[in-house]
Nanobody
Framework: QVQLVESGGGLVQAGGSLRLSCTAS????????MGWLRQAPGQEREFVAH????????VYADFVKGRFTISRDNAKNTVYLQMNSLKPEDTAVYYC?????????????????WGQGTQVTVSS
């Protein structure tokens, strides 16, 4: 079955950086766009970024543009999220997920196969 394992979360001060990783198994990784979504306590899960199957096209939520970078390594079945200039409002559990297509969308409902999530906490 499909498994996604995230890592790289932690506690960081505002302005700091973290790099999240997510390794997938049980699927033909390069056939699908991959996304990162997040969920803060008491809030809906929201789209953060996605990258198309080839890694050459990425889309970001407005609130992370210019600060976060999504990338993928199809040889390693891994997707990354480099997060810079972190803010306290970025605090959430971050999930990687497989999109239903090769190109990706910003609709959280188009993603399936979720990992366990990794906690990111940004202190002020």
């Amino acid at each position: 079955q499909v498994q996604l394992v995230e890592s790289g979360g932690g506690l960081v001060q505002a302005g700091g950086s973290l790099r999240l990783s997510c390794t997938a198994s049980g699927l033909t990784f390069m056939n699908y766009a991959m996304g990162w979504l997040r969920q803060a306590p008491g809030q809906e899960r929201e789209f953060v970024a996605h990258v198309a199957w080839h890694g050459g096209t990425a889309v970001y939520a407005d609130f992370v543009k210019g600060r976060f970078t999504i990338s993928r390594d199809n040889a390693k079945n891994t997707v990354y999220l480099q997060m810079n200039s972190l803010k306290p409002e970025d605090t959430a559990v971050y999930y990687c997920s497989v999109h239903k297509s090769a190109w990706g969308t910003t609709d959280a409902g188009d993603y399936h196969y979720w990992g366990q999530g990794t906690q990111v906490t940004v202190s002020s």
